[in-house]
């Protein structure tokens, strides 16, 4: 019985209250079941359609990093760009507009690393002078001391390009607008409004690059493939933050 005063709700009353804050609005913490959906998606999406000859091709890219860099970035953004085509992955072709897309991604990158990038030398330099290890050779200590100064900031390096690649790159696919790609408030905004979704993104953006690494001893596959599958499923990811509609409903391929 209710007490004296207090409307005895039913079960349906109960329910209706159920996830509501004091404002009224809902408080449900998780992510919508649908972008959970679209990002398990993202770890089978490398194999469809014609996967053999795409990850031969994709391998070889990675193989020629340094000077494939530029290309496979661009790609990455083709990716993203054609992540709900229900035949996989596009074909990986070059062109102007590809080249375009990895210039200005290794801008951001090139951006946003630059400050680790300044640090590094004097950290290592910090670390030999601490002298944490008994090494007579002066340059193998050095070589110690700069592999322990890039541990230190491999950590915060990744964990800013996660915060700030996906919302960007997504964008920055959908409506073609550089503008988009280093917007860095409007990312910061959307990672707030829904972080639920990015922190769903980012977990499965890390995966990834565990399965790559992975590939190297444990499946036996080799670590070109790897990285090549981490960068897909990267793409595939990212792509789920974006409305279907995209930044602000342009079309993606106008400039």
């Not at 913490?29 to 998606?41: C, D, G, H, L």
């Not at 915060?163 to 790609?181: E, I, N, Y």
Request: proline fraction near 8%; aromatic fraction near 8%.
């Amino acid at each position: 019985m209710a007490p004296p005063g207090r409307r005895n709700d039913g079960p349906g009353d109960e329910l209706a209250h159920c996830g509501t804050g004091r404002n009224g609005r809902g408080t449900n913490p998780t992510p919508k079941v649908s972008s959970v959906r679209v990002v398990a998606e993202s770890f089978t999406w490398p194999f469809k359609g014609s996967w053999g000859s795409r990850f031969a091709v994709g391998s070889l890219l990675v193989l020629l990093l340094p000077v494939a860099f530029i290309p496979l970035l661009g790609y990455a953004v083709t990716a993203t760009r054609a992540a709900e085509a229900a035949g996989g992955p596009p074909p990986l072709r070059l062109s102007m507009r590809l080249i375009t897309d990895g210039s200005w991604t290794a801008a951001v990158l090139l951006l946003l690393s630059a400050p680790f990038l300044l640090v590094l030398d004097p950290l290592a330099g910090a670390v030999d002078g601490a002298h944490l290890w008994q090494v007579t050779d002066r340059a193998l200590s050095q070589v110690y001391a700069g592999i322990a100064a890039t541990f230190v900031l491999a950590l915060p390096w990744g964990l800013l390009l996660l915060l700030f690649m996906p919302h960007g790159t997504s964008r920055f696919a959908a409506s073609g607008r550089v503008r988009d790609l280093f917007d860095f408030p409007a990312t910061l905004r959307d990672v707030r409004r829904d972080f639920p979704a990015w922190n769903v993104v980012a977990a499965a953006m890390v995966t990834a690059w565990v399965v790559a690494l992975a590939c190297v001893g444990l499946l036996c596959v080799g670590l070109l493939p790897g990285a090549f599958y981490a960068i897909l499923v990267s793409a595939h990811a990212s792509a789920s933050l974006q409305s279907p509609t995209g930044a602000s409903g342009a079309d993606p391929r106008t400039r």
